[in-house]
Nanobody, 122 residues
Framework: QLQASGGGLVQAGGSLRLSCAASGRTFDSGVMGWFRQAPGKEREFVAGIRWSGGITDYADSVKGRFTISRDNAKNTVYLQMNSLKPEDTAVYYC?????????????????WGQGTLVTVSS
C-alpha cells in the first residue's frame, strides 16, 4: 500500500526529499505521516499532513528544516529535508490512515511503508 523512497547518504547541511507513494484506495479523507527510528531508539514522529486541507504538524526537532507536502493526483506524500544534521540519521517510515487522528501517535495509522534509510555524515 505504501512505498517509501528517497533515502541515502548526505553530508551535514545537505538536503534530501523522501517520497511515499500510496497504491490502491486513495487516502483523500485521512492522514499521512512520517516517523523515524534511529538505532537503539524508539520510533518517533517527524511530520504529519491531513489530505483534505493540507493541515500539517511537525516535531519540534525538525520545525523550520523539514516540510511535508502532498500531491493528491499522484497519491503521494513528500518530506523535504533541509539543513540535515547527523542526529537526523534514521530509518524513515511513512504511515497512513483513511481516518482522522492525532498525527504524532503511531496508533493513529493503519498502514506503514517499508522504511528508507537516511544517513547524515558530519
Amino acid at each position: 500500500q505504501l512505498q517509501a523512497s528517497g533515502g541515502g547518504l548526505v553530508q551535514a547541511g545537505g538536503s534530501l526529499r523522501l517520497s511515499c507513494a500510496a497504491s490502491g484506495r486513495t487516502f483523500d479523507s485521512g492522514v499521512m505521516g512520517w516517523f523515524r527510528q534511529a538505532p537503539g531508539k524508539e520510533r518517533e514522529f517527524v511530520a504529519g499532513i491531513r489530505w483534505s486541507g493540507g493541515i500539517t504538524d511537525y516535531a519540534d526537532s525538525v520545525k523550520g528544516r523539514f516540510t511535508i507536502s502532498r500531491d493528491n493526483a499522484k497519491n503521494t506524500v513528500y518530506l523535504q529535508m533541509n539543513s540535515l544534521k547527523p542526529e537526523d540519521t534514521a530509518v524513515y517510515y511513512c504511515a497512513a490512515t483513511y481516518y482522522s487522528g492525532t498525527y504524532y501517535r503511531t496508533l493513529t495509522y493503519d498502514y506503514w511503508g517499508q522504511g528508507t534509510l537516511v544517513t547524515v555524515s558530519s
